[in-house]
């Protein structure tokens, strides 16, 4: 069984910065990419970052510049770097992973989220 879990989401002031972490726990599980998605209300589910097995990086057009994805060594616990925050960067950021269950079965797993807030 795999399990995402994502922290790190806070209120903080415009311009501000935060870290959010992704944790995937499954011992079983071989991540190919880690990704993070942010769900605003009303408004459809939108690319934030996501980082791939070889390293290529993917970032949406609205956050390119100010926010940086990564990996730790053990690969299991992702990152999300955000500076100068914006209060349209106001949203619920969701963590992506895809991989392969036991090395065969292909499987998409998502977190509950984490709340970030920007006031301006």
């Known amino acids: 069984q795999v399990q995402v879990v994502e922290s790190g989401g806070a209120s903080v002031q415009a311009g501000g910065s935060l870290r959010l972490s992704c944790t995937v726990r499954?011992?079983?599980?071989?991540?190919?990419?880690m990704g993070w998605y942010r769900q605003a209300p009303e408004q459809q589910r939108e690319l934030v970052a996501v980082?791939?097995?070889?390293?290529?990086?993917t970032y949406g057009d609205s956050v390119k510049g100010r926010f940086t994805i990564s990996r730790a060594n053990a690969e299991r616990t992702g990152y999300l770097q955000m500076h100068s925050l914006k209060s349209d960067d106001t949203a619920v950021y969701l963590c992506n992973v895809r991989g392969y269950i036991g090395g065969i079965r292909y499987s998409e797993e998502w977190g509950q989220g984490t709340r970030v807030t920007v006031s301006s």
């Open positions: 499954g011992s079983t599980f071989t991540i190919t990419s």
């Open positions: 980082l791939s097995r070889d390293g290529t990086t």
